[in-house]
């Protein structure tokens, strides 16, 4: 398809302005949601070639980018776990469903925490760039049969392997019986998201911000700044808590914040969080369960009556 | 040997999907699940400090690819020849000074061609009786895919050979380049006697490789708080990665106190950090890492012996 054929915006939400819409409650009066999200990766040493994307920068065998990747699951997992425990907050894990078959030994500790599995397709070097509709969907519904397999329920979310799109992505997610996407990034509450199939279906704040990855390869952070980040981020979004409930995510990977140079940072910000009382600490599934249970229905007709009265042309 | 780690046929086809890795090369195994290793007189964190000794020609090739650190202006580069070649000679002394004060004892990784170049250099180092490391030849040969196996070859026989001669020393652990391997590298160096080689990155102790022959394991060396990594594709300030280094410290120190033997690896580049403006972090680093009790500084055969001779 020609760029000129390609529509210039999303249609997955429409405009709702942070400060027109209904007050929203966490269970127990808590201000503010908190979910960590690792994500639990698998990247393959010898991924085909995708025209899109390249998913090594150096020749075979790329060193660097697949042996510290490897360190997440090797060295890692165990240290990030270790913290999260100690702050009792479950993991929502990204996972790449390829993980099942390569290092169960980590799904079976996750298990046996009742950490939330959602999707991150199957590996993180396998885009969804260049697939057929068809394929995605055989790819969505691969990720979701192995984790059923391998934990016992489907995941309801979802994040693109690497964070990959198509323009169905979503679309094909909610199809597939997902309640959640965590691939767009437009808000710090839970959103009504107009999905083809018309199916109930809720964006859950993720911030790529906040995504370790992002802030220490992309931004190329500090690890004491990005602790300091993460605690102002909770600070303003505890303080609007107050008036409407907020979401904070904070996406992890094994790879990034376990490292011995960067834990104590990200330890000391979960210190500082759960230091809080009025905070949900919770799992992305339960925001999305209890949102499209509680605040779904108040939302659409919200975003309904304020595009009525003709904000978007 | 070769990496079993076949193609896909399509982008739906995952024929590596299995149990463990998606090649052989070493096993699967999380850190916590092997036994407990302990150090000498009971200490539990070892510390591993790597010193690169390089040679940066003025007339790179940059062929597979290009090392970074490499010149970059057109020829003659005299900028970063000079700046590398002032690690050699100036910088590396205040590397030197810094170490010794804290009591910390380096391992050089060299490469063989400025040994060549520079026989007083080599003497001072060979003084002080400190472990001799590969580094190839020069920063220019980097081993890459795409280099040629039996170019490859002769240029690990060459590197090693020539350095064991003007060393004196067995030259049991390599450093690539850029820490760049091509599929053979692993293999033909240790054909050539290498025993550890500190390219991988994905473990915090040594571990067994399988290679066509000799015997090879990987040795832990961290690239992300390297100095070079930090403070130049960072960007960062250097009382930040001085900050990452001494948590790094603590974070491995306790958690050797409850899990076994831990190794703290940090890589001192004297054309990056022997600079007047650097050198004072480096010196914060290596006294909190002095002042930590448990700690045993050795070198990286010492570190790897050490730690071989407890896994079975």
Redesign the interface.
């Known amino acids: 398809m020609a760029d000129q054929d390609k529509a210039e915006g999303l249609e997955y939400y429409q405009p709702w302005p942070y400060n027109q819409r209904p007050k929203i409650t966490w269970p127990n009066g808590a201000r503010i949601a908190l979910w960590v999200a690792p994500n639990i990766e698998?990247y393959?040493?010898?991924?085909?070639a995708?025209a899109s994307r390249t998913p090594w920068p150096?020749?075979?065998?790329s060193?660097?980018g697949?042996?510290?990747r490897?360190?997440g699951?090797?060295?890692g997992?165990?240290?990030q776990m270790k913290v999260l425990d100690k702050y009792g907050i479950r993991g929502s894990i990204s996972l790449s469903s390829?993980l099942i078959?390569?290092?169960?030994?980590?799904i079976d500790l996750c298990k046996e925490r009742d950490w939330e599995f959602f999707s991150h397709g199957?590996?993180n070097t396998?885009y969804t760039y260049?697939?057929t509709e068809d394929?995605e969907r055989?790819?969505i519904q691969?990720s979701i049969d192995s984790i059923k397999n391998a934990t016992g329920s489907a995941p309801v979310g979802y994040l693109a392997p690497a964070l990959s799109h198509s323009t169905t992505t979503v679309d094909l997610w909610a199809e597939a019986g997902g309640t959640y996407t965590c691939d767009l990034f437009h808000d710090d509450q839970p959103t009504p998201i107009n999905v083809r199939s018309g199916k109930p279906f809720v964006s859950i704040p993720y911030s790529l911000e906040l995504n370790d990855t992002i802030a220490y390869v992309v931004n190329?952070i500090?690890?004491?700044?990005y602790g300091q980040m993460i605690k102002d981020a909770f600070d303003r979004l505890y303080a609007e808590g107050a008036e409407s409930g907020t979401v904070m995510c904070i996406p992890t990977h094994n790879y990034q914040v376990s490292?011995?140079?960067?834990?104590?940072?990200f330890e000391e910000a979960l210190e500082y969080i759960t230091g809080h009382s009025d905070v949900w600490v919770t799992t992305g599934r339960e925001i999305a369960d209890y949102y499209l249970q509680n605040h779904y229905e108040t939302a659409t007709a919200s975003i309904a009556s304020i595009n009525a009265e003709g904000g978007a042309a | 040997m070769t990496?079993t780690?076949?193609?896909?046929s399509?982008?739906?086809?995952?024929p590596?999907?299995?149990?463990?890795?998606?090649?052989d090369r070493y096993e699967?195994?999380?850190?916590?699940?092997r036994a407990p290793l302990s150090w000498p007189d009971g200490k539990t964190l070892a510390v591993f400090v790597v010193v690169p000794l390089q040679f940066f020609p003025l007339n790179p090739k940059g062929e597979?690819?290009k090392v970074p650190g490499n010149m970059t202006m057109p020829y003659p580069d005299l900028r970063h020849y000079t700046l590398r070649d002032y690690g050699n000679r100036v910088g590396i002394h205040r590397v030197l000074k810094a170490l010794d004060a804290a009591h910390i004892r380096p391992t050089f990784a060299v490469n063989t061609r400025l040994f060549e170049r520079e026989p007083l250099l080599r003497q001072l180092i060979l003084d002080r009786g400190n472990e001799i490391m590969g580094h190839s030849w020069s920063m220019d040969t980097p081993h890459?895919?795409?280099l040629a196996e039996a170019v490859e070859r002769e240029l690990v026989q060459r590197s090693l050979s020539r350095l064991r001669e003007l060393t004196g020393q067995p030259v049991r652990g390599w450093l690539s380049p850029g820490?760049?391997?091509?599929?053979n590298t692993p293999d033909l160096i240790a054909a050539e006697g290498i025993e550890y080689f500190c390219?991988?990155?994905?473990?915090?102790l040594p571990y067994k490789w399988n290679v066509a022959s000799g015997d090879l394991w990987s040795m832990p060396l961290?690239?992300?708080?390297s100095d070079t990594y930090t403070l130049v594709?960072?960007?960062?300030?250097e009382e930040?990665w001085a900050?990452?280094?001494c948590?790094?410290?603590?974070?491995?120190l306790a958690?050797s106190r409850e899990q076994g033997g831990r190794i703290?690896t940090l890589t001192l580049t004297p054309w990056l950090v022997g600079q007047p403006h650097r050198i004072k972090h480096v010196e914060r680093v290596l006294a909190h890492i002095n002042g930590l009790d448990g700690v045993w500084s050795a070198s990286g055969s010492e570190i790897f012996d050490a730690a071989r001779n407890q896994i079975s």
């Open positions: 698998v393959e040493l010898n991924p085909p995708n150096s020749p075979f065998p060193v660097a697949y042996s510290i490897d360190y699951n090797r060295v997992h165990m240290r390829a078959d390569h290092h169960p030994e980590i199957i590996y396998r260049g697939l394929q055989e790819l691969d190329k500090e690890p004491r700044r490292t011995p140079h960067r834990l104590a940072a | 990496w780690t076949p193609a896909a399509g982008p739906l086809d995952y590596n999907r299995r149990y463990g890795n998606d090649h699967w195994s999380m850190l916590t699940d597979p690819i890459a895919g795409g820490k760049f391997n091509s599929p390219d991988w990155v994905n473990d915090e961290a690239t992300e708080i594709d960072n960007l960062h300030s930040s900050d990452q280094v948590d790094a410290a603590d974070l491995l958690e703290l």
